[in-house]
């Protein structure tokens, strides 16, 4: 009998890498970037410090997760996708603005949660705008699910926290419910939250929010 294929929260769409895109993933993903391994990491020793770590999962095309790593630089950030475009253009911004606090895992966020971060290593967890898969048949798909947000908030110290950010309303229902359920976790607003000053609006929510459509932050602790 072969062995049950868990559910992806993504598809590895065959979407065009440019040659920048390309060239920065062949010669910086080296420098920048961690293999996946069934072992687990020491953080501060990858990051060379010990200093707050904090996990961004499924970053597109890097613009938000550059632009954070920036603004802290007492922080250290693990930036973990599957897609080549997004990582050579992440890798680009990285060698462009000489960053040390940011590393990049192409893998499958949930093996690396599982395989490679021990449990309390983290002070914080981001996950802006996760594909929705609105149609309901693939609402299988989707990331924010119970077992999911159970095993991420084990790898959160107490008193850390999970962002998450959607435009899509009845997502932001689901979010909501999935982890007022996680009994690791409690709410830090009624239901949603405020935007934190840390997370910058793209293009692409700015664009949105002029058309009317809206944008739920979900900002939960570790208890």
Not at 18 to 44: C, K, M, V, W
Not at 208 to 220: E, M, N, P
């Amino acid at each position: 009998m072969s062995e049950h294929r868990p559910i992806r929260s993504f598809v590895l769409r065959q979407g065009r890498v440019s040659n920048a895109q390309r060239r920065a993933h062949e010669t910086l993903l080296p420098l920048y970037g961690i293999p996946f391994a069934d072992d687990l990491l020491d953080l501060d020793k990858v990051f060379g410090r010990s200093a707050p770590k904090f996990l961004e999962i499924g970053f597109g095309m890097g613009e938000t997760t550059i632009a954070i790593a920036q603004a802290h630089p007492q922080n250290d950030y693990l930036a973990i996708d599957v897609h080549t475009p997004g990582v050579g253009s992440l890798l680009k911004q990285i060698e462009e603005s000489g960053l040390s606090n940011l590393r990049i895992i192409q893998h499958d966020a949930v093996e690396v949660l599982q395989r490679m971060l021990p449990p309390e290593c983290l002070d914080g967890a981001h996950i802006f705008f996760p594909d929705p898969w609105p149609k309901a048949r693939h609402h299988k798909r989707r990331l924010i699910q119970p077992q999911f947000i159970a095993l991420l908030s084990e790898r959160l110290k107490h008193g850390g926290y999970v962002h998450v950010a959607t435009d899509w309303e009845e997502y932001a229902q689901q979010i909501l419910q999935v982890l007022d359920n996680e009994p690791q976790l409690a709410n830090t607003a009624a239901d949603y939250a405020p935007c934190p000053a840390y997370r910058p609006s793209t293009k692409f929510e700015q664009r949105g929010l002029k058309l009317g459509h809206g944008v739920w932050d979900l900002l939960f602790r570790r208890k």
